[in-house]
């Protein structure tokens, strides 16, 4: 799926740029905002009940899954890899299956999402392999799909997102916190704990990548947007957000529920410590040598870790470079890639 507010650099689908050139692909991508005709919309969306229940399944995932059909029918594939499941896969799993390919499911949503509709699973007998992205949820997963559970993480592309070199990075008196991303995070929590630094002592500068100030209705947030330490930004380029990363001494992303996280894993790369929410998946991505975890909710948990690091560069810096080795060493696309065609070849 193509998501207008990420680039081809970020997302789960840049995963197939790092395939090896001997791996043959087709894709198929769904257009969410797609308009049809009104009769024709009524059918799709009337048909894409019956292919799936999943509350993110409708009218143009179908229209998806027949170019899927259509194209099984006329070649012979190995794998098809759904790299979002929980939008897509409904028609192939109520469908007599002719092809001999191997099904794969990937799962974006969390754990409180799929204890909501495990109804969904009734269809997995036709599913092959189901990859979780972290070890959390394929627990979960493996409690419903015996033995067809893997995990396998989500990755970041560390040539593109990194530190800068020493030198270039400019010196300042000013503590910059970026924070990035829409799915999942918790704004109130953010612009509580945005409020609380804000009028305390310290220099602090927070760049917040967000929607347009235009499409934003909550009033906590909406408040913020006039601090004189608060940068606003929206729809910017994968460069701009880059420039954004390096130019910062942490990054804070304050959640709600979370599998993997683009921005968490792009501000790793960039060597930033994290201030997040002790969640169970995120605990596959981030641990005390680069994160301080914080409660759900709890901004006072979240202003003391910015605190703790605008006090202690030392360990700022040693965090830093944790962080960057992590990325690296842990969930550099290319090892991301080389662990799914492991599992491709395996099925």
């Given amino acids: 799926e193509r998501f207008s507010h990420m680039s081809s650099i970020s997302g789960y689908d840049a995963l197939y740029s790092h395939f090896p050139e001997e791996v043959e692909t087709d894709s198929i991508f769904c257009n969410f905002k797609k308009i049809y005709p009104r009769g024709i919309g009524r059918l799709l969306a009337t048909a894409s009940k019956f292919a799936s229940s999943s509350s993110f399944y409708n009218a143009q995932s179908l229209e998806a899954e ?12 190995n794998v098809i890899h759904y790299t979002y499941g929980e939008p897509y896969f409904g028609l192939l799993g109520i469908t007599k299956r002719r092809s001999k390919a191997a099904v794969i499911l990937t799962h974006h949503q969390p754990v409180s999402w799929w204890q909501a509709n495990e109804a969904l699973f009734k269809k997995y007998d036709k599913v092959d392999a189901v990859i979780a992205l972290s070890e959390y949820d394929k627990a979960y ?5 015996k ?27 000013i503590f910059r916190v970026i924070f990035a991303g829409r799915y999942l995070r ?27 100030k235009a499409k934003v209705s909550e009033p906590y947030l909406i408040d913020i947007m006039s601090y004189p330490n608060v940068n606003w930004y929206a729809d910017i380029t994968e460069h701009e957000l880059l420039s954004l990363y390096q130019q910062a001494d942490c990054c804070l992303i304050p959640l709600e529920d979370c599998t993997a996280n683009n921005a968490i894993l792009e501000a790793m790369a960039c060597g930033l410590p994290v201030v997040s929410t002790d969640l169970p998946a995120i605990k596959t991505y ?31 810096n040693k965090m830093s470079l944790n962080a960057r080795e992590k990325a690296v060493t842990n969930f550099d696309w290319n090892i991301i890639a080389e662990q799914t065609l492991k599992l491709f070849n395996s099925v």
């Avoid at 997963?141 to 799909?145: D, I, L």
């Avoid at 945005?194 to 967000?210: E, G, H, P, T």
């Avoid at 981030?286 to 360990?315: F, P, R, W």
């Fill in 66 to 77: 027949y170019k899927l059909l259509a194209r099984l029918a006329r070649r012979n594939y």
């Fill in 141 to 145: 997963f493996e409690s419903h799909v």
């Fill in 147 to 173: 033995g067809k559970a893997i995990y396998i993480p989500h990755g970041v592309d560390t040539d593109f997102y990194k530190p800068l070199q020493p030198g270039e990075k400019k010196e300042g008196q």
């Fill in 186 to 212: 918790d704004m109130a929590t953010l612009a509580t704990a945005v409020k609380q630094l804000s009028s305390s002592s310290i220099n602090i500068q927070f760049d917040i990548v967000y929607i347009d």
């Fill in 286 to 316: 981030l641990d005390e040598s680069v994160s301080v975890l914080g409660g759900k909710g709890n901004a006072n948990d979240l202003c003391d870790a910015l605190l703790m690091l605008y006090q202690n560069t030392e360990l700022r």
